[in-house]
């Protein structure tokens, strides 16, 4: 059974920084399309950073320089740096991890960052 457990979230000033893990079970992280996610209230879900199947790293415009993934191949985990916030960056943030036959989703954590 696959399961994504994020965590890290929390309420941040403008400026100030997180960092949010996706511990995984179930499914490889490091043999694996991974990315993190986020949906801000009234808009849709949109991709913030990604893990390619070669290992190589996308960024979403909005949050490059800022935001850094990361991944931990021992403890199955996964990471997304988040630096110089902004009130915008205000979001539910998901993990997903494309296994064979579908994608898989955490349950989401949520940044609120205001002053």
């Known amino acids: 059974q696959v399961q994504l457990v994020e965590s890290g979230g929390g309420l941040v000033q403008p400026g100030g920084s997180l960092r949010l893990s996706c511990a995984a079970s179930?499914?490889?992280?490091?043999?694996?399309?991974m990315g993190w996610y986020r949906q801000a209230p009234g808009k849709q879900r949109e991709l913030v950073a990604t893990?390619?199947?070669?290992?190589?790293?996308n960024y979403a415009d909005s949050v490059k320089g800022r935001f850094t993934i990361s991944r931990d191949n021992a403890k199955n985990t996964a990471y997304l740096q988040m630096n110089s916030l902004k009130p915008e960056d205000t979001a539910v943030y998901y993990c997903?991890?494309?296994?064979?036959?579908?994608?898989?989703w955490g349950q989401g954590t949520q940044v609120t960052v205001s002053s």
């Open positions: 179930g499914i490889s992280i490091s043999r694996n399309v």
């Open positions: 997903k991890v494309n296994g064979v036959f579908r994608g898989y």
């Open positions: 893990f390619t199947s070669e290992g190589s790293t």
